[in-house]
């Protein structure tokens, strides 16, 4: 099997332990990979997602360009991690976010069609997508409460406790878009908690 499928699998595993490996194998059937190069898009805004996939290699920037042409990041999908906008995947509609590689990246790809079949196949699959779900809703609901509960020194020390392997893996300006931060502010921030230290 390939190796980047394998990674995957073992990612199911690890979750839903409950899975069978004749389970898994009947899943990985229809699995396909994608290399995309740094800077390119795994999705573009505008775009119906037709497959989700599972981020093996690299680094993801999930964004929202506003009618001025200004980027906003939302987040950031790193290695072993799921990188698809929901609604469009599920629904069939036209995603409101681009998804671009920070790195050369490499994604394990299941199409919507797919993934429901499994669900219904397989019931621990169901179970699984379930866990994945319940992980990526608390998630933006801390990101959500973070923007009207913490201010941006706040939000910034959240996320470097809370993604320590992004913090030199991403811009400055990448950073202040995704804490809504200016960059001036954000080096304020920083000096602020380099002498504190």
């Known amino acids: 099997m390939i190796e980047e499928i394998e990674i995957y699998l073992k990612h199911i595993k690890n979750v839903c332990p409950e899975i069978t490996e004749k389970e898994l194998e009947g899943f990985s059937r229809k699995l396909t990979i994608t290399k995309i190069e740094k800077n390119d898009f795994y999705v573009k805004a505008g775009q119906i997602q037709k497959q989700g ?21 939302i987040y950031f999908v790193p290695e072993n991690e799921y990188t698809f906008h929901y609604a469009s995947f599920m629904d069939n509609k ?6 671009q590689c920070l790195e050369t990246s490499t994604i394990v790809n299941f199409h919507s069609e797919h993934l429901q079949n499994a669900y219904n196949e397989i019931p621990k ?42 913090f ?8 202040c878009s995704y804490l809504g931060v200016e960059r001036q502010t954000l080096t304020r921030i920083r000096k602020k908690l380099s002498q504190a230290n």
């Open 168 to 175: 030199n893996r991403i811009s400055i300006s990448q950073l």
């Open 53 to 73: 996939g599972f981020l093996v290699k690299g680094l993801i920037r999930a964004f929202h360009t506003d009618d001025l042409g200004n980027e906003k990041n």
């Open 94 to 99: 036209p995603s409101p976010l681009s998804f």
């Open 125 to 166: 699959f169901e179970k699984y997508g379930r866990l994945i779900v319940e992980v990526k809703l608390k998630i933006q609901q801390e990101r959500l409460e973070g923007f009207l509960f913490q201010n941006a020194e706040q939000r910034y020390i959240e996320f470097i406790s809370q993604y320590p392997q992004l």
